[in-house]
């Protein structure tokens, strides 16, 4: 099964850069730097769309607490590890996100007693299926091609090639079976001020 460690090698091999032998700082300067880049280069990506892979439909659990200054009359936990909501049972503009500035933990406000979500959460890098594994390796061979190589020229190629890679992949998945064309009602509240943002 692939690891972390697979992945980033199979990039640093594309832009003929040493290999490593761990995400870590004591292993070499290539595996200090895959170690800053790895987590937030895969999150993004699997932020970027639905990947099957990611997304499970899950019934959110409703807390007794009652969210404050707002029209909304129910409050619900998202988990720890939420990366997206990418849809809800609830009609649009009957629920919302919100994001405590300060702490930084996040819930659900709605309407309705009960809600159903489609969640973005990251599975463990060895169930990555094999198209998206090709665009994980073509993001992360340009996200590490500055750092590693100081080559902008490699950059812009890599930068191309993922661009290429990530949208075939999408393809791929989207054609294994099709999803509903949803929005993703990704509305966050600042609780300080009411305003809202990302």
Partial sequence: MATSVDYVNRALALL???TITALSYDDSPNAATAKDLYDPTVDELLMEWPWRCAVGRESLSQLTTTPLNTDFEYEYA??????RIVATDIPDGQWMLYRDPESGYRRLYANADSVMADMVRRPDDSLFPPHFQRALVH???MVLAMPVTRRADFFSLFASMAASSIQQAKAQDWNEQP????????LIIN????NTGS
Avoid: I
């Fill in 16 to 18: 003929g850069a040493e």
């Fill in 78 to 83: 998202l988990p720890s590890d939420l990366l």
């Fill in 139 to 141: 993001r992360l061979a």
């Fill in 179 to 186: 999803w509903l064309e949803m929005d993703d009602g990704n």
């Fill in 191 to 194: 609780a300080r001020n009411g």
